[in-house]
Structures are given as C-alpha cells and as structure tokens.
C-alpha cells in the first residue's frame, strides 16, 4: 500500500517544513565526513566551520586565556577550501562553552547542536575525556527523574518555578530522603544548575558510585523579580537582562521557608536538620549565607562557592539587619558542616577571605577548599562533586 | 565589609568567564536598543542582525513559501549601517522557526536565545500574537509539571527515558486521572512535543479553560535505536543521524505495554479502555496505528496526525503480520473516537487517502480532519488542540 519511494522522502530529509536549508548542517552533500567539534583522545579539539566567504574565522573558547583588555579569548581558524579549522591544545577534563566568531559576528557553530544558555548567550558546548568529565556525561547507571515544578510562595504572593531531582528509586521506595537547596548566580534561574552544572548527572554517577546518599535536590528561581526562567513565564519571549531589581533585597531568603515548605509537604523528604542542606555559587553563595543565618537551626551542612556578600547595602531586611547575631545562633545551634570555596583567581576571592575573617572572629568553624582558577561553572561543577559526599553522613 | 564597587562589577557583566564576548549579545554598547525579533501588534515581526562586513544576509523562516527546487524559502535583509534588516508580512498566530543566512552560512540569531533543536539543527522562534498563539505561551494559570524520567523496557531489555506532564493539582489532588500517549514522529524524540508541541503550555491553558479534562500525558521515545535524546543517553553528545535502524521494525509497538505498565504502576493512572488515549505524529501516527490494532482493547480514543503508514515493508513482526485482523477486532471491541487529521500539501496525503479507504473498506468509524498546510508542527499543535478537548467526555 505505501510505496517505497516515500521511505526514500524520509531518508532524504524531504519531509520536514524547514528540511531544505537543515540539510546543510545534517551531514549530507558536502558536509558528509564533518563534525564539529571532534574530541580527540588526548583531549584536544578539532573544529571545523563551513564558511567558504568569510575573511576571519576564530573559536572563542571559555578555556582560552582573556586578552589585556578583558575580552575573552579566540583562536584563529585557519581557512582550508571551503572550511576553517582549528585544533586545541589539550584540555582539561571538563565540560567547555565556545562560539565562532564570523567576519566579527559571535553565532553558533553550525555542525553542533548541543548548546546551552548562560545568562542571556547561546554557547555551544562539548564534554573533554577523563574521569572528571564522566561526571558530567551520562552513564549507564540507574536514572534519577528531573521536574519542573511550580510552587506557591505565599510571602512573595505569586507561583514561581523550580527544578527538582529526586534519586535513582525514589517512586518505588517507601523511605524519605535527606534534601540539598542548590541555589544558582546573578545571571542564573532555575535551568542554570541542571544545565551548566550538570546536576542529574553528577548525582546519577555519584550515587551509582556510591560515595553519596541518595538525596533530593531543589533547586528554585533565585530572582524575585521573574516567577521563571526566561520564557517559561507569562513574561513570554523577553529580552534578557543581567541585573533585576531583586538582587540583593533579602527577600528570596525571606521568602526561602516557602520553598521548603513545599519540598517537605510535597516530597518525602526528612523534615529535620541533619537532613537538610544547603548550598550555592556567587548571589546563591550570598543567599545560602543569608538565609542559614535568618534560619539558624534549619540547616546542618552549608556550601558557599565563590560566594558574593552583601550585594546591596541599602536594602532593609531582616535577613540583612540581625546577620551578626543570626550568624551567632548558627554557630551556637551547632552544625555539621560549613563549607567554602573559592578560586585563586576569583574576582570575590578579597570578599571571600573578608568574610572567612568574620567567622574566625566569632570562632565559627569552617571547611576551607581553594582551587585554580576563577568565577566559573568549572569550578562550581567541581565544587559540587566535592561537597556532595560530605553529605548526610 | 563588601565595596560598592564589586556591585558595579555585577552590573557590568564583568562577572562569568564568558562575560567579555558575551557583551556583544547582551544589548549593552551599540546594541543598547536591539532587539530581535520584535513581534508587533499587526503580527509583523522585524529582524535585525549585527554584520557590519556581510555582503548577503537573509532570514530562513518556515513560514516562507519554498523555492521550485525545493529549498527553504527566504527573503533578503536590508543593509542600515552596521545591521541588517527585514519585516516580514503579517504572520498568523502562531509559533514560528527561523534562522539567519550570512554569506551563505546559515547560523543563529544573535540576539534571540531562544531556540530549539527540530531534528539535527537548532532554530531561533518566537510567538506571534492572538488567539492560537496564546495556548502557546505560558499565561497566568495553574501550571502542571513536566518531568524527564526513566522506565525499564523488558521487552527491549533497556532503561528509556521519557518525559511526562501531570495536570495542576496532580500531587495535592487523590484522585486518579486518564492518560493521553503522545508520539513523536522521525526525527524527534521524547524531547519534541514538550519543546516544539509545546504541550505543556497547551495543556495548562485548555485544562485552565475548562475545555480539557485534567490528564496525563506521556511522551516516550520512539526509537528503540536510541534509549534517549541526543545527548541525554550514554551515547554522548553524538552526531544525530535522521534516519536510525529501528524505524518501521514494529519494536516499538511491542513494547508499548512496558511505557504502559510503568505509567499505570507509578502514577495514579486510571487503568480502563475509557481512560486510555494516544495520537501521534507522521511516524509516531504509525505507532499509533500500529500499536492501538495491536492492543486492540486498550485505548477508548486514538488520533492519527499526518500518519505515515507502514515504513518498513520488509520488517516482520506480529504488529504486522496480523494488522488486518488487528484492526477489525480493534473495530469490534468499540471505541469513542479515531481522529484522523490530515494537511492538503502533506506528502503523505495520498497515503493517508489510502488508509481511510481501508477503514471505509471494514467500516470502521473515524473522524477526518482535514486542515491547510502540510507536514509541519504548525499543524501537529493545531491538532492536538483540536484532539484534546474530545478526550475523556
């Protein structure tokens, strides 16, 4: 009844709307033998543009050194027929972000479709060899389940969105889990840890390893100001803005008992203090502190990475207002764990050591960990590897 | 404790380790008032891209006629100083795909972040204005959630993954709900109705106008090649082939009842005829077809969009073998609605044709739906519109 020849169709990429102009990066005619980027055994990369008109093509690649002037830094391509090239030294083992830059104009890499936003850019992205690396690719090791959820805040009087991972069994056990709060940056939302941070995968890998509890992460919206990540409010396709009006109002730690109010009527989650944790980079470092602090017997393990302070010094809040002596309470609660870290070349690094001044002065003790580099998801994928096993136990 | 400055750091976006070529994208120096696209009232949409050194520049949208070879259709840009531009004639409402065509490179728009992988290749949308348009932005009602999860296949002995919608109220509520199986076509997968059907959002917003009953809706993986989209299996962030070797094999239909048995043993499914749909899409309406004959009393509503038909004459397997007697028992057990929807430009419109024929042929009772346009997503989200408010009466 049906004829072969529309098996064909099929086969030729004849079939979609947009099928004509896709087939240029579907590796037929021409591109047959290309893809891009090409993650060599010894970790270094080869990428290669189709771009036959274009006078400069360069990788801009998060790995690369930043000029003197700040800007990041690129790579020459080097033009072969119709194609440019480039190869990289070897990398580390890590997940990296990269554009092309055309005749001046940042886009896409046109052969690769695994992309992922930070903030308001599109970045390509490719996953280097090595054992730091298989954390962050899927294993074939039992799954967790990743959500999208929408939670009601009465505090801040509106439905917000928020990211959970419950682990590898969770609906067919009867038991409750331990909970980590995992808090996102300035430029972040809810999709920020489960994409760049890659936190299904590092917990699915972790788990099977068994090195850490199965436990439930959350990990809600840290911006007030919008009720979801860009496009997935009534807010609609909106530009992105780096800065909202939120920052540093302590009101998402104000608002933060809804969040576990939920978790903990909606999940069967351990409702007790040695079952909760929580953690958080740059602005999420600031709310992790903050919010521990105003609720300084809620939380036995605290992570702070690359953590920002005080990021507005006008605000009025109670968050803000009795910090010295809420820090106190934590102390005097007593908890398990209170964790920092910070890269050598972080721009906070001066806050950082400022604050970490602080607790010794009130003889709070704390777990320190300084690393390479800088202000970057390498370290906050690397952060959270660390600090997941000293979870819970 | 914490300088003003370091907040002013913030501002400037001198933050992320990417944040020096991010700039370019972030509407700050020179690109302060861009924006694109921008929708206007009269559903117009304007494009404007950055290529100071580009000698042709045109949008690639899908809304364009093709050209007689074939090939997408596009409209050339406008050169305005260091931009380009183009407006495009009123757009219906709708969702809308697009890319940009730089001397002859097809890449992203760089100042849209939002995009969507169709297949192997990732195009930038928007949404335009009125009535279809708005079941397809998130509006201010009650949101569902949306999850990734992973099922055991013992028929195909493999962990899936599929995602899953479960109605606003579902964790608060007790009671059990019906379930829509919902099939992507060829080159999709458990990432396609969620992304480009924009289920979700259709589901909230018709649930939220009382037309359509709370359900669940399932979306698995069709391809048994694969246990997960690109980059969400162990494969890697591999090369996507269109065409993988499971298609037409009747595997899928087989294993149907693991999707089935996982959902009915993890959710509070209602397990009855009554409360069983599945519809999909071109190969995922040969899934449907093939799979509802093959369990022919299992499911009350069945709905075939731009089906394609048998895919694979040479595979055997008892969907199959048996398919005309499948269908009469399927027939002879009753059931409330098979909907079959169809577009006049489709290229499977003769093999639809021809399916009814059959049907007419063992007077078997369906509803036809025939709509303009062809084998696109504009008419899968019009039909699951259509399709929904039928379900479960």
Do not use: C
């Amino acid at each position: 009844m049906l004829k072969k020849s529309i098996f064909l169709f099929f086969l030729l990429g004849s079939l979609f709307a947009q099928s004509a102009h896709s087939q240029e990066n579907i590796n037929l005619e021409g591109t047959k033998s290309l893809r891009s980027p090409q993650v060599h055994a010894d970790n270094t990369v080869t990428f290669q543009v189709f771009a036959p008109q274009a006078k400069t093509a360069y990788i801009v690649g998060n790995w690369m050194e930043r000029e003197a002037s700040g800007k990041a830094g690129k790579q020459a391509m080097q033009k072969d027929g119709s194609y440019w090239k480039y190869t990289s030294p070897p990398l580390a083992s890590d997940l990296f972000l990269y554009s092309v830059e055309l005749d001046g104009v940042t886009v896409n890499d046109p052969l690769n479709v695994y992309q992922v936003r930070d903030v308001a850019n599109i970045f390509n992205y490719f996953v280097t060899e090595g054992p730091q690396a298989d954390l962050y690719q899927v294993q074939d090791v039992p799954h967790g389940s990743l959500s999208k959820r929408w939670y009601a805040s009465p505090t801040l009087n509106m439905e917000r969105r928020l990211t959970i991972y419950t682990p590898p069994g969770y609906e067919r056990e009867k038991k409750s889990y331990p909970v980590l709060y995992l808090l996102h940056g300035m430029g972040g939302d809810e999709e920020a840890w489960p994409t760049l941070g890659r936190v299904a995968q590092i917990l699915d890998n972790l788990i099977a390893k068994g090195t850490v509890k199965p436990m439930i992460v959350v990990m809600p919206n840290g911006h007030v100001a919008n009720s979801a990540a860009p496009g997935e409010s009534s807010k609609g396709q909106y530009a992105i803005q780096f800065f909202t009006p939120d920052v540093g109002t302590g009101k998402m730690e104000e608002s933060f008992k809804d969040v576990i109010a939920f978790v903990e009527s909606n999940y069967r989650a351990k409702k007790e203090k040695k079952a909760r944790a929580i953690a958080g980079l740059s602005m999420g470092g600031a709310h992790t502190l903050f919010t521990s602090s105003y609720m300084p017997d809620t939380f036995d393990y605290v992570g702070l990475f690359s953590a920002a302070f005080r990021m507005n010094d006008k605000a009025k809040s109670p968050v803000f207002d009795d910090f010295e002596n809420n820090l106190i309470k934590q102390r005097d609660h007593g908890l398990k764990l209170y964790w920092i870290g910070m890269g050598k070349d972080d721009f906070l690094y001066k806050t950082g050591e400022e604050y970490r001044k602080k607790l010794d002065g009130i003889d709070m003790k704390y777990v320190y960990r300084e690393s390479e580099g800088g202000h970057t998801w390498a370290n906050w994928r690397l952060y959270l590897t660390e600090f997941l096993p000293q979870l819970f136990k």
